[in-house]
T-cell receptor, first 114, second 114 residues
Framework: SQKIEQNSEALNIQEGKTATLTCNYTNYSPAYLQWYRQDPGRGPVFLLLIRENEKEKRKERLKVTFDTTLKQSLFHITASQPADSATYLC?????????????FGKGTHLIIQP | KAGVTQTPRYLIKTRGQQVTLSCSPI?????VSWYQQTPGQGLQFLFE???????NKGNFPGRFSGRQFSNSRSEMNVSTLELGDSALYLCATSPGLAAPYEQYFGPGTRLTVT
């Protein structure tokens, strides 16, 4: 069966450092991979999307890599700030339009300490 | 543009009852997806509607159903509620016409079944 794994433990990072979150998947061939941020009591918010033929995508302090051979995506936040503290979810997407639904990992809780 | 709205935000029901949740998409968005989020299972895809047609359905029992209206608003219904249906129900919308699209999530409806 399809499986997506994210760091299940909370990740504690010192302010100003780079936070790196991992998303591994098995038995899946996604066309796209998306990253979302979720704050307590709120719905997820889209951050970045990367296609299967792209190796890396950047947006401001965020960077995502996608290795379809390793079946892994890494999500980096550089110059991290306490406001970056949240749960980060990776989601696999076969079709890109959501018609098949996104398959989400359970998320990594990131804590940026001042 | 107004965001995705969901009503009600909180709901308490008794086992055996049924419930209807509502989602109003962002103007111009024709795709509406529904997700269930629980601490144990994370975010799981329920179904997706586009132009009043269900395009795909996740692995949930038939007690979970939905529909979409001509103005793209969507409702989901859960009949014969069970304790395990207690969860945060999220709807997500997108234009839905061509891939890829990020999903815009609403704030969710917190359903508690007693």
């Amino acid at each position: 069966s399809q499986k997506i794994e994210q760091n299940s433990e909370a990740l504690n990072i010192q302010e100003g450092k780079t936070a790196t979150l991992t998303c591994n998947y098995t038995n899946y061939s996604p066309a796209y991979l998306q990253w979302y941020r979720q704050d307590p009591g709120r719905g997820p918010v889209f951050l970045l999307l990367i296609r299967e033929n792209e190796k890396e995508k950047r947006k401001e302090r965020l960077k995502v890599t996608f290795d379809t051979t390793l079946k892994q995506s890494l999500f980096h936040i550089t110059a991290s700030q306490p406001a970056d503290s949240a749960t980060y979810l990776c989601a696999l997407d076969r079709t890109g339009g959501g018609a098949d639904g996104l398959t989400f990992g359970k998320g990594t809780h990131l804590i940026i300490q001042p | 543009k107004a965001g995705v709205t969901q009503t009600p935000r909180y709901l308490i029901k008794t086992r055996g009852q049924q419930v209807t949740l509502s989602c109003s998409p962002i103007s111009g968005h024709r795709s509406v997806s529904w997700y269930q989020q629980t601490p144990g299972q994370g975010l799981q895809f329920l179904f997706e509607y586009f132009s009043e047609t269900q395009r795909n359905k996740g692995n949930f029992p038939g007690r979970f159903s939905g529909r979409q209206f001509s103005n793209s608003r969507s409702e989901m219904n859960v009949s014969t509620l069970e304790l395990g249906d207690s969860a945060l129900y999220l709807c997500a919308t997108s234009p839905g016409l061509a891939a890829p699209y990020e999903q815009y999530f609403g704030p969710g409806t917190r359903l508690t079944v007693t």
